[in-house]
């Protein structure tokens, strides 16, 4: 075992990076070898089975440095690069730098069917487990399905990270969240990609159908703690997604937030209408959901209509821009502005339904849901907050 002071190159392990030799071993071996540090020098390395990150390790790519997925079929538990024991957990991981590609076009990289309980996630980057995990200057590409996923995951730090795809795919979020992850702070993230994220950017899912094989090993629990800053994306699906029947989502944070949405800039419905509903609504008499403390400082948002069907879009126009079907109390917008593409076309800034006792209150005018049926539609504000009655 190498000193844990050592700082070692994968080159040091016969990694090449000439992007015809397999460097899976060599960058494993690196990783193995107990180091503290592991250098992964510019290159293209093709790797056909996960890497495994341990405890009390920093990864150092060159910003040239291409890790790409390859291999057979992929199956349960692959991805591009995971901690090494996420049942266990591991802490103090960092990694910096590189391009991490989980190349999505490749036919053994392709998603199976949403039930299949060994199948691939299509997530390129999995963090379960993990206490001190640090991200920085990285950037993702070519998602099957999630670029990062993450639960589990307690005192964090994810900054500067950029998402490229050459392809659209279902479920293409950008950082999604599974439950239990709590204390951590998320800036500067960037789709550079027209149309992407093709789902959510940023997804915050305490509850979830932990059945689908994206989510295959994810608990439900809560989320708690979070300060996110400076979102970008110039057209993705959805910009924002909290997601909560019963597991809470409290004490979040975001500011300076810039997205065009295809189908909405915030998203609370609770999941009615995805093909693996949660819940049945006599169920809840009262709604469902359990989002507390959340505030929103600069949201600025643009509706894409009419998106053309080389950029994986359809043509059709987003329902609104927040949807508002999950129970809020001291959820704050401050400074929210959605720019129109078309006077023609007038989109909702707000839509709120299914929520029995709760209150909405927009520049100032008040307006209050008693039933699961009341509804309220409003096409501007500037600030807007929910409480609970």
């Known amino acids: 075992m190498a000193d844990q002071k050592t700082s070692v190159s994968i080159a040091d392990f016969g990694a090449k990076g000439n992007g015809m030799q397999e460097d899976t071993a060599a960058i494993q071996a690196a990783l193995d070898s107990g180091a503290a540090e592991v250098i992964i020098p510019m290159g293209v390395y093709p790797i056909s089975r996960t890497l495994l990150v341990s405890s009390h390790t920093t990864i150092k790519a060159d910003r040239g440095a291409k890790m790409l997925l390859v291999g057979e079929r992929k199956k349960r538990g692959d991805f591009l690069l995971s901690n090494k024991d996420p049942e266990r957990g591991n802490e103090d991981i960092c ?11 490749r036919p053994e990289n392709t998603k199976p069917d949403i039930f299949d309980k060994n199948g691939y996630s299509g997530a390129v980057l999995n963090f379960v487990g ?66 992407q994220t093709n789902d959510d950017m940023i997804a915050l899912n305490a509850d979830d159908s932990v059945e689908r094989v994206e989510n295959l090993d994810l608990p439900r629990d809560a989320i708690e703690d ?56 006599e169920e809840y008499p009262d709604g469902v959901g359990c989002i507390e403390g959340v505030t929103f400082e600069n949201f600025t948002c643009r509706p894409i209509c009419d998106l053309p069907l080389d950029f994986g879009g359809t043509k059709s126009t987003p329902p609104c ?32 339904t299914n929520v029995v006792g709760q209150a909405v209150i927009a520049d100032g005018k008040r307006y209050d849901l008693k039933t699961k049926q009341d509804k309220i539609a409003l096409d501007d504000f500037t600030e807007l907050a929910f409480y609970l009655t």
């Open 321 to 352: 821009a927040i949807m508002m079907e999950s129970l809020a109390d001291h959820v704050v917008l401050n400074g929210f502005r959605m720019i129109r593409e078309s006077a023609e076309k007038v989109i909702p800034a707000l839509h709120v």
């Open 95 to 105: 990694i910096t730098g590189g391009i991490w590609d989980g190349n999505n076009q």
């Open 226 to 281: 979070i300060s996110f800053e400076d979102i970008y994306t110039e057209n993705c699906h959805t910009i924002i997604r909290m997601l909560s029947v019963t597991a809470p989502i409290r004490n979040v944070r975001f500011k300076n937030i810039y997205g065009g949405f295809r189908c909405y800039a915030i998203n609370l419905d609770g999941a009615r209408y995805c093909r693996t509903p949660l819940f049945r609504e």
């Open 130 to 195: 993990v206490r001190g995990l640090v991200l920085r200057d990285m950037v993702i590409a070519n998602s099957v399905t999630y670029y990062i996923r993450m639960a589990h995951l307690h005192h964090f730090e994810i900054q500067n990270i950029d998402f490229i795809s050459d392809t659209f795919g279902v479920n293409q979020d950008g950082l999604h969240f599974g439950g239990d992850v709590k204390h951590g702070v998320v800036r500067h993230i960037r789709a550079l990609s027209y149309g």
